[in-house]
Nanobody
Framework: QVQLVESGGGLVQAGGCLRLTCAASDRTFSSYGMGWFRQAPGKEREFVTAINWNGGSTCYADSVKGRFTVSRDNAKNTVYLQMNSLKPEDTAVYYC??????????????????WGEGTLVTVSS
């Protein structure tokens, strides 16, 4: 069982930036593909971005492309989500997740093997 803990959420004004961090407590972290998902109030959880085991391949949802950047540091068992030019519609609980098998495509909830508990991001107008 892999434990994932998100941090860095908070309140930010539209147009601002925020960086989320996901820390994993497992030595096999470097072998996992990692993804970020989000869930807004009253909506289903949706894919945001994914990154392969060595950071050489990334994928983004159209809604965040050009604004968000995912990266990872395997030496620190950590994945990051840099969020720029934030919009009110980005408001959601953001979840970090891990998969044992990632081919470089968009991910679905069913693709993921482990989940963090989420961190809340609120973007004000």
């Amino acid at each position: 069982q892999v434990q994932l803990v998100e941090s860095g959420g908070g309140l930010v004004q539209a147009g601002g930036c925020l960086r989320l961090t996901c820390a994993a407590s497992d030595r096999t972290f470097s072998s996992y593909g990692m993804g970020w998902f989000r869930q807004a109030p009253g909506k289903e959880r949706e894919f945001v971005t994914a990154i392969n085991w060595n950071g050489g391949s990334t994928c983004y949802a159209d809604s965040v492309k050009g604004r968000f950047t995912v990266s990872r540091d395997n030496a620190k068992n950590t994945v990051y989500l840099q969020m720029n030019s934030l919009k009110p519609e980005d408001t959601a609980v953001y979840y970090c997740a891990a998969t044992r098998y990632y081919s470089g495509n968009h991910l679905t909830i069913n693709d993921m093997d482990y989940w963090g508990e989420g961190t809340l991001v609120t973007v004000s107008s």
